[in-house]
């Protein structure tokens, strides 16, 4: 390791300068030590990752401004000019560590309303055998079902904000399954069709709020 000293004045206008810099601090470090001995950058250090890099010139006033928006973004210059052409070369949607944290929250609240609806499945499965439909099950399904639109669309939502942030147009945006709506449509309406035919016994009645 090589350390140096220097006033803080310096100090921060090094730091200033560097944080618009590929790799930070260090990596400018770095690249001033072996330029100055060797007259060449610096290999990548080990785990920098195995890609080919891809270098782009941009105006003083241009790579202000990119490091202004990746700083906005918690993340690198070059980590930013590297999300944005994925996005439109790959067409998925490319998330910072905040983006990341809410799709979990959705997918813990989509887990837990799956639960839901599984026990109101082994409940419905109960009614049918026995005859015995408990009070509001109908409206425990609804609400279930509610939840999980509702959850479905705070993905979308996401999903095209995502796309919007990055300036992707619309053509350039993943399109549906071809036929999936009306594939899951069609096997709805034959699941729904079963159902109506099975044998029905009388419903049992149960006082309200008994399970």
Request: net charge positive; proline share 7%.
């Amino acid at each position: 390791m090589v350390g140096a000293y220097m006033d803080d004045a310096l100090a921060g206008r090094f730091a200033a300068w560097a944080r618009g810099t590929e790799g930070g601090a260090s990596a400018a470090l770095r690249r001033i030590v072996s330029e100055a001995m060797d007259g060449k950058p610096p290999s990548a250090p080990a785990g920098a990752g195995l890609g080919q890099q891809v270098g782009v010139r941009l105006k003083v006033p241009e790579r202000a401004l990119l490091a202004e928006v990746a700083r906005t973004r918690a993340t690198s210059p070059a980590n930013w000019l590297r999300s944005l052409a994925l996005a439109h070369l790959t067409r998925k949607p490319q998330w910072n560590a905040a983006e990341l944290d809410s799709l979990r929250v959705v997918a813990r609240e989509l887990a837990s309303i799956g639960n839901n609806v599984n026990q109101i499945a082994r409940a419905l499965n109960v009614a049918v055998h026995t005859g015995q439909y408990p009070p509001h099950q109908g409206l425990a399904a609804k609400d279930a079902a509610e939840a999980v639109r509702y959850e479905m669309r705070r993905v979308a939502a996401m999903i095209t904000g995502n796309f919007d942030y990055w300036g992707c147009p619309m053509d350039e945006r993943p399109e549906p399954v071809p036929d999936a709506e009306a594939r899951d449509t069609h096997a709805a309406k034959a699941a729904e069709k079963k159902r109506k035919g099975r044998p029905r016994r009388r419903p049992a009645r149960f006082a309200d709020g008994e399970a």
